[in-house]
C-alpha cells in the first residue's frame, strides 16, 4: 500500500508541472500585447518600454516561467486588471463558495445516484428500472444551464418555494446555515444534475454484475437475507468502481458548477472565471484555472488511494 | 476488445453446388460484407434506429434551413413580441425581438451541430494518429505522447473549454478550436489502449510470424480495430460537445449575434422566463433531443460493432 501511495504521489508531480505550463503558456499565447491592454491605445513607445521593464516581459520564456511559478508557489498569483485587487483575495473566497456547491451537489449524486442504481440493480426490468432509466438518460444529456432555468421558473419565481439567485438574503444578520441551504438547494440540484444520471446508470450495471456472481448465489443458497447480501456482501465488491466514478464525477461537478452559478449568481470561482473572462481580466482567469484545476487532481489523486485501500487487487497491480 | 475484421469464414459452409445457376448460389452462401453484418446488427436495435433517423432528420433539417426555414432568424416582427407556441403562421412562437423560434432553430441547428460534429471529427482522427503511434511502438514515443496528454487530461474538462474559448474570444472557430483540444486527451486515450490492447492479440502475433512488415500491421490488423472504440466513443461525444457547445454559446463565448444557435437561443429566454417559457424551453428540448440521440446511436454502435455482442 504504501508503495502505490508514493508511486501515485510521484505521478501526479510532472503532471502538476506540465499543467501550470500549461496555464502559463495559455495567456502567453492570446493575441495582442498585455502590456497595450494594461496602458491603452494612448501609450507611447517609451512608456510602453518602461512597463514591459518592470513586468519582466523582455526575459525570455522560460525566465518568465521560473519567476511567475515561484510568485504562485507563495501563494501571489499577481494583481486583478479590472479590480486592482491581489488575485489572491479575489480567488479564494470564491473558490471556497465552489468548494460548498461542489458538496451539497456530491451529496444529492450519492444519495440519489446509489439509491436509484441500487435499487434498479437489484430489480432489473421492474418498473421502476426502466422508468429510472429512461428518466436518466433524459437528466444526463440535459444542458445544466438550461435546468437551472426550468428549475428557476418553477421553484423560484412560479412557486416561490426557493431563491432565485445568489447565495444568501440580502439582510447581512441573515448569514446562517439555513439560509445558505436555501438558497444552495437549486444550483445543487442543477450541477449534481448529470452526475447524479451518470452515477445511477454506473451504480445498476456494477450491481447488475457483482449479483450474478458465484459467490451471491451460494450465499442465497446459506439462507442469508436479500438486504444482508445486497448492502453487506454485494456492496464491497461493486463499490471499487462506483467510488473511481464518483471520484471523476467531483471534477465535473466543480467544472460543471460554472454554468450553474453563472445561472444563479452563485458567488463561486466559476462565476468568477466567466466574469473575469468577459473583463479580459487574464490574471485572475489563470490563477482560478490553476487552482480549480489543482484541486482536481487531488480530489483524483485521493480516489485511486481509497479505491486502492478498498480493493487489494488494484494495488498489488 | 472488439475485433471486427476477423473472418468469418468458417462459420458458413458452401455447400455443394447441384443447380445450374451456381453464380446465385454462390451469391447466397457468400460470407455477407462487413457492412451487411454491421447493418444487420444495428438495425435489430429499433432505439437506435429511431434516434439516427431522428439524428439524420435535424441534420437535413439544418442543412435545408436556407429552403424550408418560413422567415429570416435575424430579422423580427415586433407587433408579435414572445408571442406563444402555436401563433398562426409561427408553429414554435416568437421570442423577446420577435423573430420566429422555428426559422432560429433550423439555422441555429446549423452551427450547434457543426461546433459538435466537427471537432469530435478533427479531434478523433489526430487522437487515433496519437493513440496508434503511442500504442503500437511504444516505448519513449509513448511515454512523450501519452505523459503530455495527461497534462490535458487533468484539467476539468468544461473549465479547460471555456478558458480556452474565453481567452481567444468568441467566435465559432475558436470554439470548435476550443472543444477540439478538450477532446484529443480522452479520444487518444481510447484509442492508446485499444492499439495496445489489438497489439497483444493473437492474429497480430501470427501477421508478424507470417512476415508481415510492421506498416502491414499496423494499418492492416490494428488500425482497423482500434477504430471501432474511438467511432462508438465518438458518437456519444457528439451528444455530449454538442450541449457543451450550446453552453459556451449561452455564456457568451460562441458566435456572435444576431446569428442563432441553440445554446444562444436558451440564453435570449433568459429575460422572459415567466412571461414567456417556451423562448427558452424550445431550444433546449432541441437540445436534449439530440444529445440523447446521439448517446443512444453510440450505444447501438457500440453493440453492433462488437462481435461478442452482436447476434
Given at each position: ?109 450519492i444519495v440519489v445516484g446509489l439509491g436509484v442504481g441500487i435499487v434498479s440493480g437489484t430489480r432489473q426490468y421492474s418498473w421502476f428500472d426502466r422508468l429510472s432509466m429512461s428518466f436518466t438518460l ?58 447524479a444520471a451518470i452515477i445511477a446508470r454506473l451504480v445498476r450495471s456494477s450491481f447488475l454484475d457483482v449479483i450474478r456472481k458465484h459467490y451471491i448465489t451460494a450465499l442465497r443458497a446459506k439462507g442469508l437475507s436479500e438486504r444482508d447480501i445486497i448492502l453487506r456482501h454485494g456492496m464491497k465488491n461493486a463499490l471499487p468502481p462506483i467510488i473511481n466514478i464518483v ?60 479505491v486502492?485501500?478498498l480493493d487489494p487487487r488494484i494495488?498489488?497491480? | ?298 450505444d447501438?454502435?457500440?453493440d453492433?460493432?462488437?462481435?461478442k455482442l452482436?447476434?
Open positions: 500500500m504504501l508503495k502505490f501511495l508514493v508511486y501515485r504521489v510521484a505521478t501526479i508531480v510532472p503532471v502538476l508541472i506540465g499543467v501550470s505550463i500549461v496555464v502559463f503558456l495559455m495567456m502567453k499565447l492570446i493575441p495582442g500585447d498585455p502590456v497595450e491592454a494594461i496602458l491603452g491605445p494612448a501609450a507611447t513607445t517609451e512608456k510602453i518600454e518602461i512597463v514591459r521593464k518592470s513586468l519582466g516581459l523582455d526575459r525570455p520564456f522560460y525566465v518568465q516561467y521560473f519567476r511567475w511559478l515561484w510568485k504562485v508557489l507563495q501563494g501571489d498569483f499577481g494583481t486583478s486588471i479590472a479590480v486592482n485587487v491581489p488575485v489572491s483575495q479575489l480567488v479564494w473566497p470564491k473558490f471556497w463558495n465552489t468548494v460548498l456547491l461542489t458538496a451539497g451537489s456530491l451529496v444529492i449524486c433524459i437528466v444526463a444529456n440535459t444542458p445544466a444551464f438550461w435546468l437551472g432555468l426550468i428549475l428557476m421558473v418553477v421553484l423560484a419565481l412560479y412557486l416561490g418555494w426557493f431563491p432565485a439567485t445568489g447565495m444568501y438574503s440580502m439582510r447581512a444578520a441573515d448569514k446562517t446555515w439555513a439560509d445558505l441551504i436555501h438558497h444552495m438547494v437549486l444550483p445543487a440540484i442543477t450541477t449534481a444534475s448529470v452526475s471520484g471523476l464525477q467531483v471534477g465535473y461537478l466543480m467544472g460543471g458548477a460554472l454554468f450553474t452559478e453563472v445561472v444563479f449568481s452563485w458567488p463561486g470561482i466559476g462565476l468568477q472565471i466567466y466574469s473575469s473572462i468577459v473583463a479580459r481580466d487574464l490574471p485572475v482567469v489563470q490563477a482560478a484555472v490553476l487552482v480549480t484545476t489543482f484541486v482536481f487532481v487531488l480530489v483524483n489523486l485521493g480516489t485511486d488511494v481509497v486502492a485501500a494495488r498489488r497491480a | 476488445m472488439s475485433v471486427v475484421n476477423l473472418p468469418l469464414k468458417d462459420q458458413r459452409t458452401t455447400p455443394v453446388t447441384t443447380g445450374a445457376d451456381a453464380a446465385a448460389e454462390a451469391r447466397m452462401f457468400r460470407r455477407p460484407s462487413e457492412w451487411r453484418i454491421f447493418w444487420e446488427a444495428f438495425s435489430r436495435d429499433r432505439l437506435a434506429l429511431g434516434a439516427a433517423a431522428l439524428i439524420g432528420l435535424v441534420c437535413l433539417a439544418a442543412v435545408l434551413a436556407p429552403v424550408l426555414s418560413p422567415y429570416d432568424p435575424t430579422v423580427g416582427d415586433n407587433s408579435l413580441r414572445l408571442a406563444p407556441v402555436g401563433t398562426p403562421g409561427h408553429p414554435l412562437g416568437l421570442d423577446g425581438q420577435g423573430r420566429d423560434i422555428l426559422s432560429r432553430l433550423l439555422w441555429g441547428g446549423q452551427v450547434s451541430l457543426a461546433i459538435a460534429l466537427l471537432p469530435v471529427a478533427v479531434a478523433s482522427i489526430i487522437s487515433v494518429v496519437l493513440g496508434l503511434v503511442a500504442g503500437f511502438f511504444g516505448g519513449k514515443v509513448d511515454m512523450l505522447i501519452m505523459r503530455s496528454l495527461d497534462v490535458f487530461f487533468a484539467f476539468p474538462a468544461v473549465l479547460l473549454a471555456v478558458a480556452i474559448a474565453g481567452v481567444l474570444g468568441p467566435g465559432m472557430l475558436n470554439v470548435m478550436l476550443s472543444i477540439t483540444i478538450v477532446l484529443i486527451p480522452y479520444i487518444s486515450r481510447v484509442a492508446y489502449m485499444a492499439t495496445v490492447t489489438v497489439k497483444n492479440e493473437l492474429f497480430v502475433d501470427q501477421a508478424r510470424v507470417s512476415g508481415a512488415r510492421p506498416r502491414q500491421i499496423l494499418f492492416h490488423h490494428i488500425l482497423p480495430n482500434t477504430l471501432s472504440p474511438v467511432i462508438v466513443y465518438g458518437s456519444t461525444l457528439v451528444g455530449i460537445m454538442i450541449v457543451l457547445g450550446a453552453g459556451l454559446s449561452f455564456l457568451g463565448l460562441g458566435i456572435t449575434p444576431p446569428k442563432p444557435d441553440w445554446g444562444i437561443m436558451c440564453a435570449d429566454g433568459r429575460n422572459f422566463l415567466l412571461v414567456a417559457p417556451h423562448v427558452s424551453a424550445v431550444p433546449g428540448i432541441m437540445l436534449i433531443l439530440v444529445a440523447m440521440s446521439f448517446n443512444i446511436v453510440g447501438g454502435l457500440r453492433a460493432l462488437d462481435p452482436r447476434r
